[in-house]
């Protein structure tokens, strides 16, 4: 799956001149945590919630609300914007947005059409398509298995599924205890999970969980 079936569209932006408590409104309002900046339809940054709340004064400041006020309204979101802002493109795949957001450390990617904003992809975005993988929406059984790297197990266990009448409505395959194993979660609806337990076991290291949820 590409980003382009994932990301939000349109996506709401603010300019840099914009002052920081009319940002911060329009975050509320919006309930949003991240803004494009865009100045003559280019996109020149991204502000982030925590971003604006960083520049503004701690709860300890003696000063009055008028002066915290006008203070604030004198930064705009040019002063505390990203400008070297990492992005992709719509046919980028999900797996790799997560990557690089993981690695930089970021939360969201503008996501561009050409030279023009497209949209914005956000962890948010990411953490419901890890829902969607792993079924957890869905009821079912759901079985963890320590499986060893060899062609053909995740075939067999699909085989030993669909045999007893099983239906696989989630997969999710991650890194084992060592290079050559492999942890898979699969959840399965139209068998018990007794019954499960004893088709799979035979077939897998160990089953490290199974429940019914």
């Given at each position: 799956?590409n980003v382009g079936?994932?990301f939000?569209s349109?996506?709401?932006t603010v300019s ?6 009319e940002?911060?409104a329009?975050?509320q309002?919006?309930k949003?945590r991240?803004?494009p900046?865009v100045?003559?339809g ?7 919630r925590n971003d604006l709340?960083?520049?503004?004064p701690?709860k300890?400041?003696t000063l009055?609300?008028?002066?915290v ?7 705009t979101?040019a002063?505390?914007?990203?400008k070297?802002?990492?992005?992709i493109?719509?046919d ?5 947005a997560?990557r690089?957001?993981?690695d ?10 050409g030279?023009?904003?497209?949209g914005?992809i956000t962890?948010?975005d990411?953490f419901?398509?890890?829902l ?6 869905q ?6 298995v320590?499986v060893t ?14 045999e007893a009448?099983?239906n696989?409505i989630a ?7 060592t290079?050559?194993?492999?942890y ?6 139209g068998?018990?999970a007794?019954?499960l337990k004893k088709?799979i ?7 490290a969980d199974?429940?019914?949820?």
């Open positions: 799956m079936k994932r939000s349109p996506v709401i840099p001149d914009l002052p920081i408590p940002a911060l329009l975050m309002r919006e949003i991240h803004a900046v100045q003559k280019k996109l020149v940054g991204i502000v982030t709340l960083n520049a503004s701690s300890a400041t009055s609300v008028w002066e006020n006008y203070l604030l309204n004198k930064i979101v002063e505390v914007m990203t070297d802002v990492i992005t493109t719509e980028t795949p999900i797996e790799e997560a690089i957001m993981a930089h450390k970021i939360s969201c990617l503008p996501v561009m059409r030279n023009d904003l497209a914005i962890e948010s990411i419901k398509l890890f969607e993988l792993l079924g957890a929406r009821k079912g059984v759901r079985v963890t320590e790297d060899k062609p053909g197990m995740l075939a067999k266990i699909s085989q030993a599924i669909y009448g099983g696989i997969l999710g395959a991650f890194e084992g205890e290079v050559s194993s492999s898979i979660t699969i959840k399965v609806e068998v018990e007794e019954r088709l076991e035979p077939l897998v290291t160990r089953i199974i429940r019914t949820m």
